[in-house]
């Protein structure tokens, strides 16, 4: 890659994407090839469930646009950037090669990441965590029979929108958002993720598996999710100095939510959640 090509990408010291479900019928791969050309990172991390082994058992279907995201990310591992993969339970076959590295990427069962405002952060992929929700089957997981004709009519929706020169739009995401015990299950993840942060003495954690990108302060811990890539095509990004933020790809590269980190100190007295840019329905 030509020195010009690079000086167009924008660079970020960390970059975080996880549930991509390669593989499945609903990986929006066109985004995610988007967001991997446009950008340029010293340490890309995937947080679990990239290939979706779950559904390719079922049925198998691989367009090719999801190998050229493999691609993407093999590149990026042998032009210098260090790629640290930690697998989620829709590609938990690879867990079996933990503390090795496969073509380039060095797996791990979890890794802590430390920022350059020196915050240290926990990375898991999530699933860990779903013997603290009761209702974790409301959580979009992909393979479900009910989530899948969500995601139909979502593909339907955003051909209409399309049409009319409409954003996209996750209709799983809205429908979430408004099932009380599917809120209830979201809280639950998140109280699990920000006492295991605690547990193991960091500042902060980054996890995915449940579909729902958030950033937020509680009890002097950030909790970052950096959502997927079937509803959200979010993925979390490191500024130079340290700030975490949260990106939707799908949006024009619209930044969604914003914590500077570098002003975390604990404890805090009030939590403290960044409220999503409102976008044209």
Not at 82 to 88: A, C, L, S, T, W
């Amino acid at each position: 890659m030509s020195n010009a090509a690079k000086s167009n990408k924008q660079h970020y010291p960390a970059i975080w994407i996880s549930d991509v479900h390669l593989g499945y019928k609903d990986c929006k791969a066109d985004y995610l090839l988007d967001f991997l050309n446009s950008v340029e990172s010293d340490t890309l991390y995937l947080v679990g469930d990239i290939i979706d082994l779950w559904s390719m058992k079922r049925q198998f279907y691989w367009h090719s646009s999801h190998y050229q995201v493999l691609n993407s990310i093999q590149q990026k591992a042998a032009n210098g950037t260090r790629v640290i993969y930690i697998p989620g339970n829709h590609d938990e076959t690879f867990r079996n090669y933990v503390d090795q590295t496969l073509f380039g990427v060095e797996v791990h069962q979890q890794f802590i990441h430390t920022t350059k405002a020196n915050k240290r952060f926990l990375l898991v992929h999530g699933d860990e965590f779903d013997i603290a929700t009761r209702y974790n089957k409301l959580i979009s997981i992909a393979g479900d029979a009910g989530y899948d004709f969500l995601l139909f009519l979502n593909r339907w929706i955003n051909r209409i929108r399309k049409v009319f020169g409409g954003n996209y739009y996750s209709l799983a995401a809205w429908i979430k958002a408004r099932i009380h015990k599917a809120r209830e299950a979201i809280e639950a993840f998140e109280d699990a993720a920000i006492r295991e942060a605690k547990k193991q003495k960091v500042d902060g954690i980054i996890c995915g598996h449940i579909h729902h990108p958030k950033i937020k302060v509680d009890d002097g811990i950030l909790y970052c999710n950096d959502g997927d890539w079937i509803e959200s095509c979010t993925a979390l990004v490191e500024q130079k100095d340290g700030k975490i933020e949260l990106l939707h790809w799908s949006d024009t590269q619209t930044v969604l939510d914003s914590t500077d980190i570098t002003k975390l100190a604990a404890p805090i007295v009030s939590s403290v959640e960044a409220k999503p840019k409102k976008t044209a329905a």
